[in-house]
């Protein structure tokens, strides 16, 4: 019959049992040399079975931290250390306001608020919420409507941001208000259709435009 040799649950020693089916015996095999905790303040003694995990220290964890409070949590084995649980008063990430109360873990505060810096074309604002890091990507144009008034009618041009370019020739959409001369008649209607009503389809002799 040929040896086991599969790796024993201990991750040090091979089993040494002949063929067999299922799971191998726990290793059974002891170290003769004491076993530490992370801050060396508790041990076990020896002799200790193959691969016993370091004992439980009721000592507070010893290792070097983010922050300067008080340590709660105990010595242990775990490679990071669980995180600070004290609440303190944080700056949101957008700069806007003071938050109470926050874990101090936590790294990324907001306060929910628009952002409301300004971007690179001079003529809007960042309308994200309060965010960390640049409001848009160097190679990424502002795509908000440009609020430059027409000249045939001083409703905002509305295309896409063009920044530091002419508006370019649009209809104008916004809803306005023909009215007669008498003031009789009004009619609601778009403002490019105005020019039509003043000619002949509602047979007014003239119109007055009202946003």
């Not at 060396?40 to 070097?64: A, Y």
């Not at 209607?189 to 039509?196: D, G, P, R, S, Y």
Request: with cysteine; net charge positive; glycine share 6%.
């Amino acid at each position: 019959m040929i040896p086991c040799s599969k790796m024993l649950n201990c991750k040090q020693h091979r089993c040494e049992e002949l063929c067999h089916k299922g799971y191998c015996m726990p290793c059974l095999q002891s170290e003769f040399y004491e076993v530490f905790c992370t801050c060396g303040k508790t041990k076990l003694d020896p002799p200790v079975s193959c691969g016993t995990p370091p004992p439980n220290c009721n000592e507070p964890c010893s290792r070097e931290h983010a922050c300067t409070h008080q340590v709660l949590h105990n010595c242990h084995y775990q490679e990071q250390c669980p995180p600070c649980p004290q609440l303190v008063n944080k700056m949101c990430m957008g700069g806007h306001t003071v938050r109470f109360g926050i874990p101090c873990h936590i790294q990324d505060v907001s306060c929910g608020n628009s952002c409301g810096k300004p971007l690179k074309c001079g003529m809007h604002v960042c309308e994200s919420w309060c965010h960390k890091g640049d409001c848009q990507a160097e190679d990424k144009p502002c795509e908000q409507q440009c609020l430059y008034p027409r000249n045939s009618c001083n409703h905002s041009c509305n295309a896409k941001c063009h920044s530091g370019k002419a508006c370019p020739p649009s209809v104008c959409f916004e809803k306005v208000k023909a009215i007669c001369e008498c003031g009789r008649r009004k009619v609601d209607m778009l403002c490019f259709n105005e020019a039509k009503i003043a000619s002949n389809s509602l047979g007014l002799a003239k119109v007055h435009q009202q946003a």
